[in-house]
């Protein structure tokens, strides 16, 4: 069975930097051909998807959510097992639950608890 648990802190200043780290386990993150990926929900709003790290490292961006772009990085660390989601310059917008969840064949399979992330001062 394959768990994914988000980890980082629950509240983060405006301008600070967020790091949040999804431990994978029951499978490993370079399997071939799964990718690990990062959504958000802020509040009263839907999904966005942020990005993702595919099994060969490759890093992907969401070309929609331009606010994201300029400010995300996603790395992983094999050695443990775990991927993170850097988000720099933060502000109140990015308030939200954040989820770590593993794609494969175009279907999002399996989801983390979520955690939730205030941007607040």
């Known amino acids: 069975q394959v768990q994914l648990q988000e980890s980082g802190p629950g509240l983060v200043k405006p301008s600070q930097t967020l790091s949040l780290t999804c431990t994978v386990s029951g499978g490993s993150i370079t399997t071939n051909g799964y990718y690990w990926n990062w959504f958000r929900q802020p509040p009263g709003k839907g999904l966005e998807w942020i990005g993702a790290?595919?099994?060969?490292?490759?890093?992907?961006?969401?070309p929609s959510l331009k606010s994201l772009k300029s400010r995300t990085s996603i790395s992983r660390d094999t050695s443990k097992n775990q991927f993170t989601l850097q988000l720099s310059s933060v502000t109140p917008e990015d308030t939200a639950v954040y989820f770590c969840?593993?794609?494969?064949?175009?279907?999002?399979?399996?989801w983390g608890q979520g955690t939730q992330v205030t941007v607040s001062s």
């Open positions: 969840v593993r794609g494969v064949d175009c279907v999002y399979d399996y």
């Open positions: 790290i595919a099994y060969s490292g490759v890093t992907y961006y969401s």
